[in-house]
């Protein structure tokens, strides 16, 4: 998947960025290709977003780091035990999730954070291979609107189910048959909903809490020792 061209657009601007820095990471090389998933293999939470940041997950090759949403996400997993530290800065910083795999509706960071229709039916299949990969899968929680539109669409797609006229919402459980993951909506943690209080640390680990009723999903607290689990990214081929 990290080798995938298939949109040029979004190869453009990702490269693009990768070469003119922002003078703040003039010194780091950037990532600049599609973003993988990142997470516990045997993860029973999916927590989807929209797309890589262009100087975020672009620059840094991990999904929700190296930007202020990610600095948001990773400390409220932290603080509901799914992470075994409050921050994500770069590949090499010990970072593990447990219970918990992060992926992105759209791999590659796209300009204005607004990926085409095309573009997003491209990446469609990495979504679904990774909802395929995770066998323990029972609850996807969905932050925004676009991620929820993606994983309704990719929902039905591997269910065989009817148009679904499911609407977005913060909170919102959809509960859509036996065998099919638990679908919960929150608002992105974006700057602009966070710093507005759109979305509240309270609100969103109050989301998250609905994702742990499932007895299947980690409780295990932040601090305790736990037998270590190796977080990985995936790597998705399309046939």
Known sequence: MVNCRRCSR???????????KRKEFVDWEYWGRPVPGFGDPNASLLIVGLAPAAHGGNRTGRVF?????????????YKMGLANQPTSQNLEDGLELKGAYVTAAVKCAPPDNKPSTEETTNCSAYLASEIDSLRDLKTILC??????????RTIQNKYNLPRLSAKFGHGRVLRLGEGIPLI???YHPS???????????KMFLSVLRKTLRDPKIARNKPRLAVRKRVSYHAQFTLP
């Open 10 to 20: 979004l190869v453009e601007y990702r490269e693009e960025v990768a070469r003119k």
């Open 65 to 77: 780091t190296g930007d202020r949403s990610g600095d948001f996400l990773y400390k409220a997993l």
């Open 143 to 152: 932050l925004g609107q676009f991620a929820f539109n993606a994983v309704i």
């Open 191 to 201: 700057p602009r909903n966070t710093q507005t209080g759109k979305l509240t640390e």
């Open 184 to 186: 919960i909506c929150s």
